[in-house]
């Protein structure tokens, strides 16, 4: 036997032992895929429920703003929540059942790696052991022109299965490659979705506690919570009064000129693209793309309730949010301030019903956002954020009848983080509150910059 028939003999039974799969890897691999699809019919199911949950949460908050709606509505989101965290938990199955898929891929493929690199190793070393004489020669000497052609044929047909298996242990190398990125990729993944779930059980917490804190304030009677309602709107009306009085009053200029452009698009929404997304779906729930229930400047609500806004206008927007949505940083930057303006009385024991705990962060381009009526608060004075981190979860503390996020935009030289008191002494219910206080000029329209 010549030295190329007996290398590309070699060579292909090589070539037929790694190719080779078992059966039972094959069987687990089925097992597993079984087991992918199972959660992804769960996960549409669940979802299919959250929107059904959707559906009812919408129709409660077109209603007169009532005790039993507002339970209602937070019953209803601690359910959608839940469901939520299923979807979650069968999310974070699959990729774990990915995971082990692919780790079973990767080590076929490292075994197909390993011997085709030895039957190639092996058919070559064959070569150089059995080879007396060039190709040229061998088919000089042969004995016919049959027998020519037959030695030239196996060398052909040497080259082509050596030319055939580097090409496949090339593609072995670069699936693999592709399957390790695919691994790393599901393990990202596999962290956001495990983040996303400690936030809504976080969210579910957040959602029962202001649910048994308004049962407690209003004893379960309807009379009590329009009381409430009532002594909040009194209680906004006098802050906004003593407020826009300073405010008139402050020093401060603001250079429109170290503003960003308007139309610059240099803010993020603050909230995850996931949920910016579902509120382009319900554009006939809020008459907008942006889930928005009020806009800045003199929207219709504030005109018509100048006891509250006292003529100046909304300054900022509000975004209808469940109470613990995560709120995300619109730019990166640092923390400012925070703040909780509901651990303030004044002498008679009447709260102070503003902007709830809040938080403020000031961006290197001579703006500042702030995020009111959080329900919790994640970032500290201070601290350096970047755009898309998480600072908190929305609420409805302060004045809000109902859970949303206040988002503004403040020019930056024209704010000042202080009590009223400190400024000018005033004393009234909110005096001792610290909070962002502004010149009227550092309002900024935030639809001008997301």
Known sequence: MSRAHFAAGFLLLALSFV??????????????????????????????????????????????????????????????????????????????LQIQELTFSIGDKETTIAADQTAIAKALQSVAENEQSSLIAQVISSYSLRDAWETADRAIQFDKALANNIRDLHAARTTLAANRDQVNATKAELVSLQNDLMLQKRAVDASKAAQQQLLAKTKNQESNYQKIIAEKKASEKSFEDELNRLQSQLNLSVHPGLLPRAGSGVLAWPFSSAFMSACMQRKDVFGNLFCITQYFGNTPFSTANPQIYSGHGHDGIDIAAPIGTPVKAALSGTVLAIGNTDLVHDLYGRQCYSFGKWIMLKHNNGINTMYAHLSEIDVSQGQSVVTGDVIGLSGMTGYATGPHLHFGVYASEGTEIMTLRQFRGANIGCADATMPVATLTAYLNPLSYL
């Open 19 to 96: 190719s080779f799969t078992p059966t039972v890897r094959a069987q687990s691999a089925t097992d597993l895929q079984a087991q992918i699809d199972a959660h992804g019919q769960q996960i549409n199911l669940l979802e299919a429920e959250i929107a059904a949950y959707q559906k009812q949460l919408d129709a409660l908050g077109a209603k007169k703003n009532t005790l039993q709606s507002t339970i209602s509505s937070l019953t209803l989101s601690q359910k959608q929540l839940a469901t939520q965290i299923k979807v979650t938990q069968n999310k974070i199955a699959s990729a774990n």
